[in-house]
């Protein structure tokens, strides 16, 4: 499964992975999704959110287990981070035929679209359909740096986006969603185990700030007479890390649009988009105030207005604790549990069916990157982990 994912979205200098949303290379994925489904005898679905499904049993009993992730990707992103859900919840499931169980619930695997926004600036948005917290009308308002909106995006690549929104029907068929994940850190390396659990995603949300100059000619303006909003951007790149490390947090300014961004031209425009995550909602709200009032203050020094636009946010997700302690009995109860920074769509589902998630070790801890890695060894260790848990739910 590896290898025939391994060329698909992959660019050929960065070495990393473009798998955006209703794109060709996010359609190659899907069609790997459903090959692999038909040749395990699975019924394949395409929910009307762009999400796709692999039942077995029957999907209208009830009370199913799911499991599985995404396939799309961050710009330049790694192989595992999503991918790894997916081919663990084949994997498991070959495994668990191979021991020769009988199920007594439906077991469904899925692939969720557009986890990552990396199209269309809104991570999740195929979970977050689902489960109603994207409305049909704010997501017909996403679009991407060409200006394609999603609707035009999905019907380019032959899905109809006129039912999108949220699926009761369909959540009322799950009982429970375990989603298998590569680490984002190195938390089990340090511990030295190859399988955690998920305790909690923290809270975090995207953030917007326009720092709105003068542009002037950059050879024959004098410094003083200047309106540059780069300075003030940078002056608020350092103080994001500053605040961070007072609140415990991280925040991150990763993506940046410049005006009219020429060389020899002073920006009248420039965009950057601040990424901040925490352990508890007051810390987030700590960091972020923080690096408002510091931004405020170097625009105001620099004679430039600034304008700050909250994009998303997601609130502390604790897991089901009951859910989570049923892994744990069924992992041998020394499985460590620890929190993550990073979003899932077990995240988003968790307000609306009971989810949990399982990490597998990532040595370097490095992810949204092609250095991003999981040893073979670990990966089986996954596979196994996700294979005892889905016996113990769908098998009793």
Request: glycine share 12%; net charge negative.
């Amino acid at each position: 499964m590896w290898a025939e994912l391994r060329p698909i979205g992959r660019d050929a200098e960065s070495k990393g992975y473009r798998r955006y949303a209703w794109t060709g290379a996010d359609a190659e994925c899907r069609a790997w999704f459903e090959d692999q489904a038909t040749a395990r005898g699975l019924t394949y679905e395409l929910d009307r959110n762009g999400n796709q499904w692999a039942w077995l049993g029957d999907p209208a009993a009830g009370d199913a287990v799911v499991t599985g992730s995404h396939l799309d990707s961050v710009p330049d992103g790694g192989a595992f981070d999503g991918p790894l859900g997916v081919v663990s919840a084949f994997a498991a499931l070959d495994e668990l035929r191979h021991r020769g169980v009988e199920f007594t619930k439906p077991l469904a695997l899925t692939n969720f679209g557009d986890e990552e926004g990396a199209r269309f600036g809104l991570a999740c948005v195929g979970s977050r359909l689902t489960a109603g917290q994207l409305t049909r009308e704010a997501a017909y308002e996403l679009r991407d740096g060409d200006g394609i909106s999603l609707p035009q995006a999905m019907e380019a690549a032959g899905h109809d986006p006129s039912a999108i929104g949220r699926d009761d029907e369909r959540l009322a068929r799950i009982g429970a969603y375990v989603e298998l994940h590569v680490e984002q850190g190195r938390a089990l390396d340090l511990s030295g185990d190859a399988v955690g659990i998920a305790s909690a995603i923290w809270p975090h949300g995207r953030w917007r700030f326009d720092f709105r100059g003068e542009a002037n000619h950059a050879g024959t303006t004098r410094l003083v007479d200047r309106r540059d909003p780069m300075l003030p951007y940078a002056e608020t790149v350092l103080a994001a890390r500053r605040e961070a490390e007072l609140a415990g947090a991280v925040a991150t300014f990763g993506k940046i649009a410049v005006e009219p961004n020429g060389v020899n031209a002073i920006p009248s425009l420039v965009r950057g988009w601040l990424d901040s995550r925490a352990p508890s909602p007051d810390d987030l709200d700590t960091t972020v105030t923080a690096i408002e009032k510091a931004a405020r203050e170097y625009a105001d020094r620099h004679g430039v207005d600034l304008a700050v636009v909250r994009e998303s946010f997601t609130p502390v997700i604790e897991f089901e604790h009951a859910l989570r302690d049923e892994l744990g009995r069924l992992l041998g109860g020394s499985v460590p549990v620890l929190g993550t920074g990073a979003g899932h769509d077990a995240g988003i589902l968790s307000s609306v069916i009971p989810t949990a998630m399982l990490f597998v070790r990532n040595p370097t801890g490095v992810s949204h990157s092609p250095a991003e890695f999981a040893a073979e060894d670990d990966c089986v260790a996954g596979v196994k982990a996700l294979a005892d848990v889905l016996e113990g739910l769908a098998c009793r």
